[in-house]
């Protein structure tokens, strides 16, 4: 069974830092996309960043220059760095696994950390 645990999340002030960590198990990162989704209240759940099993990268316009996902495969962890942060960035954050393999889709959601930026 594919379990991914975040954390990291938390309290901070304007153009603070945190980083969120992702812990797979179950399964073997390296052969998935993972991406960092985000809901603030009231709002649709929103792709942040993602990365590819090639480890290329891709952010949403509102994270770029500011966050950086990166992936460690030996430790089965996922990363978010998020500096610079911004009220605007207070949300639950989400880890996501997927992969299409003969004809099937796998998809694994965490249960989400929670950011709130504010001073």
């Known amino acids: 069974q594919v379990q991914l645990v975040e954390s990291g999340g938390g309290l901070v002030q304007p153009g603070g830092s945190l980083r969120l960590i992702c812990a797979v198990s179950?399964?073997?990162?390296?052969?998935?996309?993972t991406g960092w989704y985000r809901q603030a209240p009231g709002q649709q759940r929103e792709l942040v960043a993602v990365?590819?099993?090639?480890?290329?990268?891709n952010y949403a316009d509102s994270v770029k220059g500011r966050f950086t996902i990166s992936r460690d495969n030996a430790k089965n962890t996922v990363y978010l760095q998020m500096n610079d942060l911004k009220p605007e960035d207070t949300a639950v954050y989400y880890c996501?696994?997927?992969?299409?393999?003969?004809?099937?889709?796998?998809?694994?959601w965490g249960q989400g950390t929670l950011v709130i930026v504010s001073s």
């Open positions: 179950g399964s073997i990162l390296s052969i998935y996309t």
């Open positions: 996501n696994l997927d992969r299409k393999s003969l004809g099937l889709r796998y998809n694994y």
């Open positions: 990365t590819t099993s090639d480890s290329s990268t």
